[in-house]
């Protein structure tokens, strides 16, 4: 029993230490392994060395690398969980990590984790040398705040709320087209320094309140416009790190049809003498991991549908790109602009999308801030060497939507972040524009 245990350990050294291009024969190669354990001696390792090359102890060497591949195990307790994993398989990142332990990240965060990785040498069914790098990953988990809150009764009142079918009338004047984006449905931020605390009881109040200053303005008429980021993520795995900011079960079509209760129930079904919606999609609002299997943001499209199916007596349009509408004498231009064509130039984005002989107002989100561009037409003349410039008349306008959302740690990382707020814009009698920006 003890000379099957000195073998087995010599051949794990093997097989941990594979023979390197420097070691000419095989002594030079024993040698190697002495170094790394002078335990044992260079005549064992060599006498081990011949006979594992010349039979390729394959019997030992398969039982190595099945008992590699096989080590995956899930410890769990009240508060805490680990999961581990030693063998071949293909895990480099975290995010490989979590897709292949089928973790509930619903239930579950990441609180750390390790990554190890080094070459190893095994006979294939020919007995020829093959290598192969093994892994071994160590992740721990902790228990997500609030992963035993039932939401059902959180959406309770809600829910009360949609039972209307048509939008509330009030007496009003005048026409309000109001603009807002990024609601990040599901996501749970705190304890960052510029952005504020957000979830889904946060998001509810902003969007009481944007309802509330809507109905203070007493229009007759009230297009809504929702650019996009709907969900914070469909699977859960949408962006690097989407996981550890996402509420329980805040993924998935759970969190698309919640989203769309919120809206309803705190937003859209309270404002008054509402006339149409305008959704476009946002990139957080695909129902993929990748970008290049859902570019359209299909999570934005089911939640006009259900709004469209809900209003009977307001027009609902949706498009995954871009929406162009004459509202009031004025066009407006709305995207989420993380798509390639919202990056060109703006005049060659209003020339193909815009309506010439209008002020046109490209409102945009995306950035989880504010900022609005005014930009002028002019007219050049040159005498000689001097240059004149004079000013002409206001072409359009570029406006950044403010969002619901606040921000999160890579937002505000790369710095941007914002109160949560609305943009309001009238026609100012003249074909040009009123803009006001509320924060709620």
């Known amino acids: 029993m003890a000379s099957n245990v000195l073998i087995r350990d010599y051949i794990s050294d093997i097989l941990k230490n594979p023979r390197l291009p420097e070691h000419k024969c095989r002594l030079d190669y024993a040698k190697y392994l002495h170094s790394k354990n002078p335990d044992a001696s260079v005549r064992s390792y060599l006498r081990h060395i011949t ?18 591949s096989s080590k995956n195990e899930w410890s769990e307790s009240r508060d805490s969980a680990t999961w581990s994993y030693d063998g071949t398989d293909t895990i480099h990142t975290l995010e490989d990590a979590l897709s292949y332990s089928k973790v509930d990240l619903s239930v579950w965060e990441v609180d750390r984790h390790v990554f190890n990785q080094w070459e190893v040498t095994m006979r294939d069914d020919k007995k020829q040398p093959v290598r192969r790098m093994n892994v071994q990953v160590k992740v721990w988990f902790k228990k997500r705040r609030g992963h035993d809150v039932d939401f059902s009764k959180v959406f309770e009142e809600v829910k009360k709320a949609t039972s209307a079918a ?11 087209v109001v603009s807002t984006a990024d609601f990040h449905f599901g996501a749970e931020v705190d304890d960052l320094i510029r952005s504020d605390r957000f979830n889904v009881q946060v998001l509810s109040k902003y969007l009481s ?3 509330d200053v809507i109905n203070q303005k007493g229009y007759k008429e009230v297009h809504l416009a929702l650019l996009g980021d709907f969900i914070e993520s469909f699977t859960g795995l949408n962006h690097a790190n989407s996981w550890k900011g996402i509420e329980r079960g805040m993924f998935g079509m759970n969190a698309v049809i919640l989203c769309y209760e919120l809206l309803m129930g705190s937003f859209i079904s309270r404002i008054n003498n509402l006339k149409a919606v305008y959704v476009v ?11 290049k299997e859902d570019q359209k943001g299909e999570a934005a499209q089911m939640i006009a549908f259900l709004i469209n199916e809900k209003l009977s007596d307001v027009e609902v349009r949706y498009h995954p790109m871009i929406i162009t509408e004459v509202i009031d004498n004025i066009c407006y231009l709305w995207t989420h602009r993380h798509l390639g064509f919202a990056q060109k130039e703006l ?21 989880h801030t504010r900022h609005v561009r005014k930009t002028i037409k002019r007219k050049q003349y040159e005498w000689n060497d001097i240059q004149v410039v004079q000013l002409d008349e206001a072409d359009y306008r570029v406006i950044i939507a403010p969002p619901m ?4 740690f890579f937002s505000e990382s790369i710095g941007y972040s914002s109160s949560a707020g609305i943009a309001i814009i009238e026609n100012n009698g003249n074909d040009r524009i009123n803009h006001f920006d509320y924060c709620v």
């Not at 594992?52 to 099945?66: L, Y």
């Not at 999609?281 to 970008?291: E, K, Q």
């Not at 005049?347 to 950035?367: A, C, D, M, P, T």
């Open 51 to 68: 006979s594992f090359e010349k039979t390729g102890d394959s019997d030992t060497a398969k039982s190595k690398q099945v008992e590699s």
């Open 166 to 176: 048509t939008v509330p009338f009030a007496k009003g004047n005048g026409i309000g």
């Open 209 to 211: 309140n944007s309802a």
């Open 281 to 291: 999609s946002g990139n957080h609002d695909r129902v993929t991991s990748s970008n």
């Open 347 to 367: 005049s060659k984005i209003l020339f193909e999308y815009g309506r010439q002989g209008y002020y046109n107002v490209l409102i945009q989100g995306h950035k």
């Open 405 to 408: 959302f606040t921000g999160n």
